[in-house]
Nanobody, 123 residues
């Protein structure tokens, strides 16, 4: 079992920046890929970004490419999501998740999930 705890959400004006953190209780073969997802009210949970603990390979959703950066600190078992140039459409609950492989990594079929943190972008 891997436990994930997110932090760093809040309220920011459009054009501003916000950073999220996700601390994992462990790094195992079942949690080699770390992802960030988000879910706005009335919408499905959608992929934002993902990173590999092993080699740092990253992938992004087209909607956040160039604005968001995912990174990891293996020594701290922590994954970060730096969000710049935020837009009101980025408003959502952001979830950290983990899975064992890159298979279907854009789908919300990850084995482990955090509790989520609210990000609100005002216009």
């Amino acid at each position: 079992q891997v436990y994930l705890v997110e932090s760093g959400g809040g309220l920011v004006q459009a054009g501003g920046s916000l950073g999220l953190s996700c601390v994992a209780s462990a790094r195992t073969f079942t949690s080699r890929i770390m992802g960030w997802f988000r879910q706005a009210p009335g919408k499905e949970r959608e992929f934002v970004a993902a990173i590999s603990w092993y080699d740092g390979m990253t992938y992004y959703a087209d909607s956040v490419k160039g604005r968001f950066t995912i990174s990891r600190d293996s020594a701290k078992n922590t994954v970060y999501l730096q969000m710049n140039s935020l837009e009101p459409t980025d408003t959502a609950v952001y979830y950290c998740a983990a899975k064992g492989s890159w298979s279907d990594f854009r789908l919300p079929n990850y084995a482990y999930w955090g509790q989520g943190t609210q990000v609100t972008v005002s216009s």
